[in-house]
């Protein structure tokens, strides 16, 4: 069963940038989608961004031309580039398999984002 170690988070002032990463430990992580999703303290976890095996790429639209998803096979890890963060963009991100939803039951601890003057 696969297991995902989220990592990058901190504290950005608005409009500030971070890169998070996420590592997949267990076999075939090139063949299954992948998509970061975020928990904003006391709400439900949401999807932000996916990836397919082959590269294509999709967005919330609260996100869109902000946020960039990428992965690397080789190194079994997932990232996401965060550009012209927003007060709104915090919470606990977390990835997981999924092209625009969840496929596995084992999320990770997650990697908290604040985002404040």
């Known amino acids: 069963q696969a297991q995902f170690m989220e990592s990058g988070g901190g504290l950005m002032q608005p409009g500030g940038s971070l890169r998070l990463s996420c590592k997949a430990f267990g076999s075939g992580f090139g063949v299954y989608p992948m998509a970061w999703y975020r928990q904003i303290s006391g709400g439900q976890r949401e999807w932000v961004a996916g990836i397919n095996s082959m590269g294509t790429t999709i967005y919330s639209q609260s996100v869109k031309e902000r946020f960039f998803i990428s992965r690397d096979n080789t190194q079994n890890s997932l990232y996401l580039q965060m550009n012209n963060l927003k007060p709104e963009d915090t919470a606990v991100y977390y990835c997981?398999?999924?092209?625009?939803?969840?496929?596995?039951?084992?999320w990770g601890q997650g990697t908290a984002v604040t985002v404040s003057p």
């Open positions: 997981n398999r999924g092209y625009t939803a969840p496929t596995s039951h084992a």
